[in-house]
């Protein structure tokens, strides 16, 4: 790859150059490959593009295509010397997709699991329904997706703000009307798009969840900083819905590691739970060891774990309840939630843990058998 090349690159999908240099260069393999750490979701997702962005090639279709969100129209195509018949067979081996009605794409938007898939061949639709509309500007949830940043769902249809527009939808869009400031706007490979902190006010106008999500994620991997969104909340003063933007903007954290954390602790905060403490390392001494938790209520001695049954193989199971165990040794209180326990069934799971916090520590024994 060359300086040209890494320096494009660089502008398309990196906002923060240090950030770049730490987390992209930094996996750079002879060859221009690069393997960038999956512990980083908004590193990969930009990763992905990238590989789509040298794949499109150097030639006329290839450069028409990253120039403008990876998508063309079928009038660009023709002028390009693409036959219809040409476009059809692309796309029935699987070479090309049609992200909206009038558009085509060099991407396939497949691989990785579902909800990737899902938010790939959405950031195209986005892409093609905003080159539609040269006075719209790809926000909401959309605009988080091609941020890289996780949202609760994938919209349903790209959103899209217009300076002067009548909210609600429209043809294969959702339209919000809204002031845009032109700092506001970036760019997503010549689409433009709100940029982070921008975003992130927007989200937390109108959907709670969604915004710690996707403020988290973006404190966490150096997207936007707090004055950045200090001053975004500044400047949409007297919006429709600031004051929660401003409250829930005000819980993110760059210690969260996953958006179930992110819904955890809000979901904490709502119900009036005593604020937790992120990625704790708690010692054994016994051991010679240490753990570290997720989420850790530390005066109630209360350990709160946060994943996916499906990572464990028999072996990780074995050494999670070695982890848990000692835990519990230590004088802890263990309780490991799920998605479905946050998100469809927090009730039940709210109940589960305000039990918790009532039931006194256990105590601890030293080895010679005395109490701690």
Request: hydrophobic share 40%; glycine share 6%; charged share 25%.
């Amino acid at each position: 790859m060359s300086n040209p090349d890494v320096a494009r690159l660089a502008d398309l999908f990196a906002p923060d150059p240090q950030w770049y240099a730490e987390h992209v260069l930094a996996y750079a393999q002879p060859g221009g490959v690069l393997d960038v750490a999956t512990s980083l979701p908004v590193a990969s997702w930009q990763a992905w593009w990238r590989e789509r962005w040298t794949e499109c090639g150097t030639d006329a279709t290839g450069r028409a295509a990253r120039g403008q969100g990876f998508v063309l129209t079928s009038a660009q195509l023709a002028e390009l010397g693409w036959q219809r018949h040409d476009l059809r067979r692309e796309v029935r081996r699987g070479r090309w997709s049609v992200p909206a009605r009038g558009y085509a794409s060099p991407v396939m938007p497949r691989g990785g699991d579902v909800y990737e898939a899902r938010c790939r061949q959405h950031a195209l639709t986005a892409a093609a329904t905003a080159r539609a509309h040269h006075d719209h500007v790809v926000g909401g949830r959309s605009a988080a997706l091609l941020h890289g940043l996780p949202t609760l769902h994938v919209p349903r249809q790209p959103e899209l703000t217009q300076r002067e527009a009548t909210i609600g939808r429209r043809a294969r869009s959702h339209v919000f009307a809204a002031s845009v400031r032109p700092e506001e706007i970036s760019d997503w490979c010549g689409v433009p798009v709100l940029n982070v902190a921008r975003t992130l006010v927007d989200l937390g106008r109108h959907d709670r969840r969604d915004a710690i999500m996707a403020a988290d994620a973006a404190l966490r991997e150096h997207l936007v900083s707090v004055t950045a969104i200090d001053a975004a909340l500044a400047v949409a003063t007297g919006w429709p819905g600031v004051r929660q933007a401003r409250d829930v903007l005000a819980l993110a954290s760059a210690l969260a590691e996953s958006p179930l954390e992110s819904l955890a602790r809000l979901a904490l905060h709502d119900d009036g739970f005593p604020e937790p403490e992120l990625q704790v390392v708690i010692a054994d001494p016994e051991r010679s060891r240490s753990y570290r938790v997720d989420m850790v209520l530390p005066r109630q001695r209360l350990v709160i774990e946060l994943d996916g049954l499906a990572k464990y193989d028999r072996a990780e199971t074995r050494r999670e309840k070695v982890r848990e165990t000692r835990l519990r040794a230590l004088g802890y209180q263990v309780e490991r939630l799920l998605w479905d326990d946050i998100v469809h069934h927090w009730p039940q799971t709210r109940v589960r843990l305000q039990a918790l916090l009532s039931t006194p520590s256990p105590l601890v024994w030293s080895a010679d058998g005395g109490k701690i």
